[in-house]
């Protein structure tokens, strides 16, 4: 820190010490709330694992993206490659797919099943290596998993990761997710209830230098309000949700 | 432009008033937030969320020293550089090191109000470097030349066929109505430079205390590639954003989504917390946060905690019959306009007497109140702020002579009397008063009763 911005520091720190010091109030409007214990739960959620799938399904396709909930861990490849070749019908023709290290997809034997149909997996290890970055730039898919997800909203959590980049949901046109149901929460604050209880949540927001809830395609409204999809990520989102319980 | 957002208040309020193009795109759009915000508060329990968020909000002002000081260590701890500034020239000439130290030529911006109000961009491009906005929005208003005319919407007073003309005249691209198109060209444009630039810089939705995280709420993804594709990450952060758990800031993107635009939450919600691990494929190698003041602590110093609570949704703009007429540019040189900008614009402004006028543009309907998420008191908060120009002798000075006057006048009934009668013969004369003229200007004066109410009584 240069001098300068010690000496800004110690001015701003102590003169907010002496405003929160003083006994005059801060606040001219409602004052005399309580802070919740925990913060309440926005959205709602109800059912078994069945209704959390469905629920996770309706509201991802309310965002403008889409779901396929398989019934087991087994159907799942073979619904990846039916899932290319309705892509490759639209004119998507993925011969690399940019995807996470096969280790941190949760499919065993995904990138021998798609090598069989002449679909190779690029695995970035570094993007500020150029050629590395032009090839990432140029996939049209991208292949992920998700730490966790959220019924109630539709929502994924992304965490970062060696053999987990960014890019993989952020720089392709169309972003495949694979997801076991294991991972599906009703709600964001039920599984920031379950990382407090485990003393987990300090830890993983340190530990990962970005975490990032994904929810439905990149989208904007800039120009009146007209809603366009795929501005700067992903215009499809597509997740593949499987039973993993045994 | 229509609006001079650098004329006199007077002026770019009757400019904005003539331009009737400006009011179809402002009537188009400030409706349609609204109604989305209303639809998305119904589904939930929206009283409960109001009062939880403010007394997050609330709690964190009131314990933000040591909120900030915990931030602080805990971005240490994860590998951030933490720089503390005072004012805007400070904040620039941090970002300025920072860019000279890496010889930076491109920089990427994910849209960011605390930048426009410390004037980043131009202090940058100064120095000859090169910034592209890169929120569809903040992207259009920069190849037109304009500052944003609303905190979350930034275009929302064009039109599209003016934005048409513009990537048509700009851009080289063949007319079209089509916004998908225009997206499309963007998308393209702004691809090569997340891919090219140096430095990315953002600003800072909320900062976790707890886990020294920088929090960043986008919908396009450019938050994401600002934060993640470029080699250095800049985060610009007002010290009044702290909050202290993760919990807390989750609970706040919900509240800010759903009022800003009426979605259950935005697309995006990134949370960074330090520069990339050994390992990582991507993400920044240095991660910096620059925590501001420019005239937060004295907000606070003037009792003004309130305004510091906002999360920036932008909800009492859309319901607000001024901004409805007038939209952003009328605000001036400010990136906060709306009922929230006639507040924290002069609570900001370092000389307040160059925006004296704010405050007086609201005709405390409260619709803002009703609809703020953190239950700030706008309408109070306005009169406050205009008595306080007031006693600092901000007012016009006819204004109080003639308050002097008057009060002098009802210390002695005869001399009152004696007023009152000959108020009434001046006000039967067809005259246009000229110490009435900013009144009479777009209303008529109604004329004087003939009789007083206590002669009227006195017959009776």
């Known amino acids: 820190m240069s001098n300068r911005t010690t000496e800004a520091r110690a001015e701003i720190l102590d003169r907010l010490s002496r405003v929160l010091d003083k006994a005059s109030p801060l606040f001219r409007g409602t004052s005399d709330l309580r802070m919740p214990e925990i913060p309440m739960t926005v959205t709602r959620s109800e059912g078994d694992s069945r209704d959390l799938a469905r629920l996770f399904a309706s509201k991802l396709a309310a965002t403008g993206g889409s779901c396929e909930i398989a019934r087991q861990q087994a159907e799942v490849s073979e619904r990846i490659l039916e899932r290319m070749r309705t892509w490759k019908a639209d004119g998507v023709d993925a011969g690399e797919i940019l995807s996470w290290a096969p280790r941190e997809l949760p499919i065993p034997g995904i990138e021998d099943d798609l090598e069989r149909v002449g679909i190779s997996l690029f695995v970035p290890d570094d993007l500020q290596d150029e050629p590395v970055r032009m090839r990432a730039a140029s996939a049209v898919v991208g292949l992920t998993s998700a730490a966790a997800a959220f019924a109630s909203t539709g929502s994924v959590v992304l965490t970062s990761a060696p053999g987990k980049s960014r890019a993989a949901s952020l720089l392709p046109l169309h972003h495949l997710v694979l997801l076991p149901t294991s991972r599906l929460y009703p709600t964001f604050e039920a599984w920031l209830k379950e990382l407090r209880r485990g003393n987990r949540l300090g830890d993983l927001w340190r530990s990962n230098a970005q975490i990032v809830f994904v929810t439905g395609p990149s989208k904007s409204a800039d120009i009146e309000l007209s809603l366009t999809l795929g501005v700067h990520g992903p215009r499809v989102v597509h997740t593949i949700l499987f039973d993993d319980n045994p | ?460």
Not at chain 2, 392 to 400: D, Y
């Open chain 2, 1 to 460: 432009m229509t609006v001079d957002v650098n004329a006199p208040y007077r002026q770019r309020v009757s400019q904005a008033l003539q331009d009737d193009s400006l009011r179809t795109a402002l009537d188009r759009a400030t409706a349609r937030l609204s109604e989305r915000r209303a639809e998305a508060v119904a589904a939930i329990d929206s009283a409960r969320l109001r009062d939880e968020a403010r007394a997050i909000r609330q709690s964190a002002i009131e314990d933000l020293p040591r909120l900030l000081e915990q931030l602080e260590s805990n971005l240490i701890g994860n590998g951030c550089a933490v720089h503390w500034a005072r004012d805007a020239a400070e904040a620039t000439s941090i970002v300025l090191e920072i860019a000279r130290r890496n010889e930076v030529l491109h920089v990427v911006k994910s849209k960011s109000m605390v930048t426009e109000e410390i004037g980043l961009n131009e202090a940058l491009e100064e120095n000859g470097i090169e910034v592209v906005e890169t929120d569809l929005g903040e992207y259009i208003i920069q190849l037109a030349n304009e500052p944003p005319s609303h905190i979350i919407a930034p275009v929302i007073h064009k039109r599209v066929e003016d934005i048409s003309e513009l990537f048509h005249r700009e851009l080289g691209m063949p007319p079209t109505d089509d916004p998908a198109e225009m997206c499309g060209a963007a998308r393209g444009i702004l691809r090569a430079e997340f891919l090219r630039a140096d430095i990315g810089i953002s600003g800072c939705n909320f900062a976790i205390a707890e886990t020294g995280t920088i929090c960043v709420i986008t919908n396009e993804g450019n938050g994401r590639m600002v934060t993640s594709m470029p080699r250095v990450y800049v985060a610009v952060a007002g010290i009044e954003k702290v909050v202290s758990t993760a919990e807390e800031a989750i609970l706040l993107w919900q509240a800010a989504s759903r009022n800003a635009t009426g979605q259950d939450v935005s697309v995006y919600f990134s949370m960074s917390s330090g520069p990339r691990h050994p390992g990582h494929a991507d993400g920044p190698e240095e991660m910096h946060v620059v925590l501001l003041d420019n005239g937060r602590s004295r907000m606070l110093e003037r009792a003004y905690g309130d305004a510091a609570l906002c999360i920036r949704c932008g909800a009492c703009i859309n319901v607000c019959p001024v901004y409805r007429e007038i939209g952003g540019h009328a605000y001036g040189r400010t990136p906060y306009n709306g009922p929230i900008g006639a507040v924290i614009t002069p609570l900001l402004a370092d000389d307040p007497t160059t925006v004296r006028d704010l405050p007086f543009a609201s005709s405390l309907c409260g619709a803002c109140r009703d609809v703020c998420p953190v239950k700030i008191d706008l309408p109070r908060l306005l009169l406050d702020l205009r008595s306080d120009m007031t006693t600092q002798g901000a007012s016009p000075k006819l204004e109080r002579m003639a308050i002097r006057a008057y009060a002098r006048s009802m210390e002695r009934p005869a001399c009152y009397r004696l007023l009152q009668r000959l108020a009434r013969l001046v006000g039967q004369l067809p005259l246009r008063l000229p110490f009435m003229k900013d009144w009479t200007r777009t209303r008529d004066l109604p004329p004087l009763a003939s009789k007083s109410f206590l002669e009227t009584w006195g017959e009776e």
